[in-house]
């Protein structure tokens, strides 16, 4: 029961050292730079995509006033 309870203390000391089971990003510093750096890229597209989807990106129709548009 005792080397249970150590494996179990160990296993657990372990886990919470190493992070992810699965890393997402690669170990080498140069390229895990280049994914996190990708990924951020595409994260900040998101507000715009989002804003494109919802038309909130389209001019208001419903201003209480008229606007000429033309050269005066």
Known sequence: ???LVFAGLLLAAT???????LP????????RAKQ???V?????HIPEI???IWF??????ATPY???GGVI
């Open 56 to 61: 909130l990106d389209a001019p208001d129709h």
């Open 36 to 38: 996190l750096i990708y």
């Open 66 to 68: 008229r606007v000429h």
């Open 50 to 52: 989002w804003e494109r």
């Open 1 to 3: 029961m005792r080397k």
């Open 15 to 21: 886990t919470v050292q190493v992070g992810c089971i």
């Open 24 to 31: 997402i990003y690669s170990a080498s510093p140069d390229t």
């Open 40 to 44: 951020s890229e595409n994260f900040r």
